[in-house]
């Protein structure tokens, strides 16, 4: 029996328990998952947050019973395929998280059932596909090639087949590939700079480019030298990397994120020795490395290295400006800037830092918005999800709307895409560290 309602205590992440048989219990699994459902149901309190609540309360309340041991099991995996591991109900509405005796872990027991469902069904080629983002980008960023897949992916009529073939919804943005990577871009940008330690910081960072960041939006890797050169930051790309798996963890495929893991800690760990610290472009990737993996492999001190190591590339700065090591020269302002907070940047805890640091350009004030896009690198694209996220980013494009600010920003460039799809003021969607080199002038 509960003793208090909710919990004061900050909240906590245990492990994911992926190694042991009783995880991949498929009787043990809709226990846990009545259990958990039945505290939703008692609560309601993320209602608001996404599909997912909205699924289960409706199974509830059109159930015989009224209450979750009135839905069949079999509809469980409808409440499931609904959440795209944003995160937000743990860290933002969720009473009942650890060290609540309650126990609750929404999103990680949504990973559990996804990972079960996978391994006992597999998934659809859509899914492998759209999941597969080094095999995709890397074939469709070769020189032409990426012409003609951008022009393809222009054109009404073939939108409609990829719907109709692959159930990609023809009103969805898709990434645009370019055959000039961010690898190409940035290779006569490299010089060599005397790292200074501050603080935390070596004052010298690897910059894991991500498949997005190298692919998709390439120029992020100059607008990243850049800003962080002018700062009198040591910048490298990290030798080698794969994705960082989190498209394969929503989709349940813990395999596949162990294989990617392998590949990529050890590069990344051998930066972290020899000095660096590590950076990323896109925020879920950051999570992956800071959160995700150490909490599948809690064991490897590799992993935890990394996790150590790596920062959002905004509280990197920040944290050199509040030692004065910041240069705040700017010689251009940014004026009203409408700021989409995502939630893998939300989650990990560190505040509002891009804001903070944006607002550090004279005449420049940056209203932010922390609703979620909707977006989640797949779940937006898919035909049978994607009203569900233009319905999920409505509130955040009416504040967009309403501000009708001179820019539009999100760290995370796949969620900024798709307001900027809905939002009527919103003509082009710009990275925060590409605003902060325009405030420079460089």
Request: aromatic share 8%; glycine share 4%.
């Amino acid at each position: 029996m509960a003793t208090r309602e909710g919990s004061l205590e900050a909240p906590t992440r245990h492990p994911i328990d992926w190694k042991s048989d009783s995880f991949w219990d498929r009787t043990d699994l809709e226990q846990e998952l009545e259990r958990v459902y039945d505290i939703c149901h008692g609560c309601r309190r993320c209602v608001s947050l996404c599909q997912a609540f909205p699924t289960l309360f409706d199974l509830v309340d059109e159930s015989e019973t009224l209450e979750v041991d009135g839905i069949d099991k079999a509809d469980y995996q409808k409440v499931v395929d609904q959440c795209y591991l944003c995160d937000m109900c743990y860290m933002s509405k969720c009473p009942y998280v650890p060290p609540h005796e309650w126990n609750v872990d929404f999103p990680h027991l949504m990973l559990r059932a996804k990972a079960v469902a996978f391994k006992e069904e597999g998934t659809s080629l859509r899914n492998k596909v759209l999941s597969s983002t080094d095999a995709v980008a890397g074939a469709a960023s070769i020189p032409l090639v990426d012409v003609t897949v951008n022009a393809l992916n222009r054109t009404p009529v073939f939108r409609k087949v990829l719907e109709s073939t692959l159930g990609v919804h023809h009103k969805a943005p898709v990434p645009t590939y370019h055959s000039n990577t961010l690898r190409k871009r940035v290779k006569n940008l490299q010089k060599p700079m005397e790292p200074l330690a501050i603080g935390k910081t070596t004052g010298k960072v690897a910059l894991f480019a991500t498949c997005y960041g190298n692919y998709n939006s390439p120029h992020l890797g100059e607008d990243f030298y850049r800003v962080f050169q002018h700062n009198d930051i040591a910048i490298d790309l990290v030798p080698t990397e794969q994705c960082c798996g989190m498209p394969k963890l929503e989709l349940g495929d813990l395999d596949s994120v162990a294989r990617l893991k392998e590949v990529n800690i050890p590069v990344l760990a051998k930066c972290v020795d020899e000095g660096y610290d590590l950076i990323a472009p896109i925020p879920s990737c950051v999570l992956m490395f800071k959160q995700e993996l150490p909490l599948m492999f809690p064991g490897d001190p590799d992993v935890m290295k990394v996790k150590e190591a790596f920062f959002d590339p905004f509280e990197y700065l920040w944290l050199r400006h509040k030692s004065g090591a910041l240069k705040t020269d700017f010689p251009y302002a940014l004026g009203d800037v409408a700021y989409q907070v995502a939630c893998h940047l939300r989650v990990q805890n560190i505040g509002l830092k891009t804001r903070d640091v944006l607002n550090l350009v004279p005449e420049t004030e940056v209203h932010a918005q922390e609703r979620c896009s909707g977006h989640d690198g797949t779940y937006a694209v898919k035909v049978e999800s994607y009203d569900n996220a233009v319905k999920i980013a409505r509130p955040v494009v009416r504040k967009v709307d309403q501000l009708n600010a001179k820019h539009f920003a999100s760290d995370c460039p796949m969620a900024a895409t798709h307001i900027a799809e809905l939002a009527d003021s919103v003509e082009i969607a710009t990275h925060p560290m590409t605003l902060l080199r325009q405030a420079y002038g460089l």
